[in-house]
């Protein structure tokens, strides 16, 4: 941590990773965990970089659930409640493992589908995908298990609201409440397991600055598309989730 705090071209760097993770966030409502942990884990330890991007998703994902109001914020829990218990409880549990499961296979298990969702999606395919209870357990279940390990829950989130044909402002709010409650376990989980501790904290509460930053300049951005092209951005940015996730598993 101290050499981090005294190297500032490296710090800076950091700093510049959580800006663009929050403008992308700001725009499509996620990928801020699969930015922060993939730029960041790149130039620093990994367990640092796990450590960096949980307080300013927790910040962040607060920001994005309560950012229009309170309206809706209830509707979205209840529609979702089976989805969010299932995914925090998993979250708990596979934060646990992160220091003895390798985590390739469960990034391949999940990349590969989001890709392919993504292309077929992106050429022109939209099945009609209705809610169900099965469906909830399944998706809380891989995103809460993908998410305790890496920190990354959002593409499967993400790729199942897209499915559902859930309108812009209501994906938005509904993310932003799924994703603050997976925060909130996934900050007490990794307290529990000693990733973020009283040295790495410091980096963590650092990194919220740009993502506070990022976030206002890509919401702006989110104004000014229509709900097509705010589809389009949003299956865009899944397929490079999902590609990352595969060169996680493989390289």
Not at 28 to 53: D, H, N, R, T
Request: with cysteine; hydrophobic share 55%; proline share 4%.
């Amino acid at each position: 941590m101290d050499a981090l705090f005294s190297n500032l071209p490296l710090l800076s760097l950091c700093l510049g990773i959580g800006l663009l993770a929050g403008i992308v966030k700001g725009m499509v409502g996620f990928a801020m965990p699969m930015i922060l942990v993939s730029g960041l884990g790149s130039i620093i330890a990994p367990e640092l970089a796990l450590a960096g991007l949980i307080l300013p998703t927790l910040v962040t994902n607060g920001m994005q659930a309560f950012g229009r109001g309170t309206r809706g914020i209830w509707t979205a829990i209840k529609r979702f409640r089976l989805f969010m218990i299932v995914g925090l409880v998993c979250i708990l549990a596979a934060s646990q493992l992160v220091a003895i499961l390798p985590v390739e296979v469960m990034f391949a298990v999940i990349g590969g589908p989001i890709v392919l969702f993504s292309l077929m999606q992106l050429a022109g395919w939209q099945p009609e995908v209705k809610q169900s209870p099965g469906l909830d357990v399944l998706v809380g279940i891989g995103a809460g298990t993908i998410g305790g390990m890496s920190g990354v829950w959002g593409p499967m989130v993400v790729a199942y609201l897209t499915a559902l044909k859930t309108e812009k402002s209501e994906q938005i709010r509904v993310q932003g409440v799924i994703y603050g409650l997976g925060a909130v376990a996934l900050t007490l989980a990794h307290i529990g397991s000693g990733i973020l501790n009283a040295q790495t904290v410091w980096f963590s509460a650092l990194m919220i600055i740009p993502g506070v930053i990022g976030m206002w300049i890509g919401g702006r951005l989110h104004n000014r598309i229509d709900q097509k092209a705010f589809r389009k951005a949003t299956l865009f940015v899944l397929l490079v989730a999902g590609l990352n996730l595969l060169r996680r598993a493989f390289m």
